[in-house]
């Protein structure tokens, strides 16, 4: 952010202090950068539900304990004298991490931070950790890319007092039995769905509409009913083509629920045969500067805007309510799942080197020893711990530059509440199906873009009996929207695009000679199109990252890339 914008406090006192910088500018209903007790001092990044938790966190005798009630989506660090404390609640989807050197202990919320007070100033890499993210695109382990930094693990506490570092962990919670009966699962998902509602309750107090990016699927649409049951006022926006599913069942929805929707169109050439995207060196040094290399450049990160009050949300992460992992699982035999473990780990195991390949077996070990015990769990913890815990942590710290986006699906409560119902009925979509039906009734009917709903497979369409209310009349149907995978730069990049993926890695394969094979790196980008255009990004990240596109100045090319959109035949 620019450095005007920035506001800095810090409480010292006893050999501990705290630091703290925002670019929030003071905006109304957010805590102070630092808030004072007696004694103490408190930061907090995120969001609480309720302000009076602010005075309950730096009273608190045992902040784990503390953190296990709180409703929101935030990580604290607390100092007294002669102490420090950091805590995150069940998702740390805000981050804290820790390191040491000979005369400290450093903890923070940005790694970057930690890592250049740690080690004098200087960037040292952590170049085994990195494999992950040439496979993943993000963390599979508590590592980071700088050496000697490590993440605060998920419903943990550190506490450094008298020199000495100690962690406290408590497990995700585990699931209950499914309900066996009608009233039991009205039950469960009343308890679920109340942890949603007192979640977003402090916006309707918020002065301007809540904006929610709206899409066809199953995980937006819940937010939308969300904010209409709470008597949250808020409009939609959907990013896409005309013709794109997204665009045409958002509508849909936004009509059924009579709120202002607006669609934000790619940026195309005048023919709209093509569509202009960023050069990968810009969009690379973009994404890195603000995740301090911790996700690829394959995902789109927001762009710096001025912070703004005006509340944001979306569906990300809503496979919490689904299943983690589990929501992408076809297969549910034990053996199936315990390869797709292997998978997340050892995906591409032919393009690493032995040392990348070992390092990443071991980081499988524990996961792929609990799948014996317990497959369905893993896939869900799996999906808490690393895909929220690290790759959303990651791009969330792009977002906050713009604002704070409101995210009930990582609500510590709404997780917790989640968590203990069993995977397979959360698999199965019929939770969160009924809890679009009681807080927006008519919703989950309307179709969804992708698969059905899950538990509906197979069913025949129950018919309308005459006795029930009909459904509201249209003015004009929508088209119905088209099936199969709707094109997309990213997973369809084209020649000239991948073109320029490949020449930047290969001049920089030297750099990656410790985590992939240089023949298998020449083969990979071999095809005119890559075949696998995550992977090919990752590599170019990691590739900018080892070779000083971080922190350095930004990119000498700026013209965007032109990439073909596929004509229909």
């Not at 999906?383 to 929220?388: F, G, I, N, S």
């Amino acid at each position: 952010m620019p450095q005007e914008t920035v506001d800095a406090a810090e409480w010292v006192g006893g050999g501990a202090a705290l630091l703290a910088w925002s670019n929030e500018e003071g905006a109304e209903g957010r805590p102070p950068l630092i808030a004072r007790g007696s004694h103490r001092g408190l930061g907090i990044s995120g969001t609480l539900a309720s302000q009076r938790d602010v005075r309950r966190l730096i009273q608190a005798s045992d902040l784990g304990a503390m953190m296990a009630d709180l409703s929101g989506c935030l990580s604290v660090v607390r100092v007294t004298e002669g102490e420090l404390q950091a805590a995150t609640a069940s998702t740390r989807a805000l981050s804290v991490f820790h390191a040491e050197n000979d005369d400290l202990h450093l903890v923070g919320t940005r790694a970057l931070h930690v890592h250049l007070v740690a080690n004098a100033g200087k960037v040292a890499w952590n170049e085994v950790a990195l494999q992950t993210m040439i496979r993943q695109g993000y963390f599979l382990s508590d590592e980071t890319p700088y050496r000697g930094v490590t993440a605060l693990g998920p419903s943990s506490v550190i506490t450094i007092k008298d020199g000495r570092r100690r962690i406290a962990s408590r497990p995700l919670p585990p699931a209950l039995p499914a309900p066996t009966s009608a009233r039991a699962k009205r039950q469960s998902i009343r308890r679920l769905g109340d942890a949603l509602v007192a979640a977003v309750e402090p916006l309707q107090a918020v002065p301007e509409p809540v904006n929610l990016a709206l899409t066809g699927g199953r995980d937006s649409r819940l937010m939308a009913a969300l904010l209409h049951a709470g008597h949250v006022p808020f409009r939609a926006t959907t990013n896409g083509l005309d013709t794109h599913p997204d665009v045409i069942i958002a509508r849909e929805l936004a009509a059924r629920l009579r709120i202002h929707h607006a669609v934000i169109p790619p940026v195309q050439t005048e023919a709209k045969d093509a569509v202009l995207v960023p050069h990968p060196s810009v969009r690379t040094y973009e994404v890195i500067r603000a995740c301090e290399g911790m996700t690829s450049a394959y995902e789109s990160i927001v762009d710096y805007r001025p912070y703004s009050t005006m509340p944001t949300m979306s569906g990300q992460s809503g496979e919490i309510l689904r299943g983690g992992f589990l929501y992408g699982q076809g297969q549910t035999t034990d053996r199936a799942m315990r390869r797709r473990v292997g998978d997340f780990f050892l995906k591409n195991e032919p393009l690493f080197t032995d040392e990348a390949n070992e390092h990443a077996r071991m980081l499988a070990e524990p996961w792929l020893r609990r799948v014996g015990e317990n497959p369905w769990e893993v896939l869900d913890h799996l999906y808490v711990t690393y895909r929220v815990g690290r790759w959303h942590a990651a791009a969330r710290v792009g977002s906050l530059r713009r604002g704070d986006p409101v995210q009930p699906f990582l609500d510590n409560r709404v997780v917790i509440e989640a968590l203990s119902l069993d995977q397979r009925w959360r698999h199965s979509e019929e939770v969160v199906h009924e809890l679009t039906s009681r807080l927006a009734p008519g919703l989950q009917e309307v179709e969804l873009e992708g698969k059905p709903w899950r538990f509906r497979t197979g069913q025949a369409k129950a018919q309308r009996r005459w006795w029930q209310r009909k459904p509201p009349v249209r003015t004009s149907a929508p088209p119905a929207p088209k099936r199969g995978n709707p094109w997309n730069w990213r997973t369809s990049p084209g020649p000239r695009l991948s073109a320029l993926l490949g020449e930047f890695v290969l001049e920089r394969a030297d750099a990656l000679t410790a985590l992939v094979r240089g023949d298998a790196l020449k083969a990979f980008f071999s095809e005119p199109v890559v075949k696998q255009p995550a992977l090919a990004w990752n590599l170019y990240t990691v590739a900018a990252l080892l070779t000083g596109a971080f922190p350095g100045t930004p990119p000498a090319i700026t013209d965007p890339v032109r990439v073909e959109i596929p004509q229909e035949t």
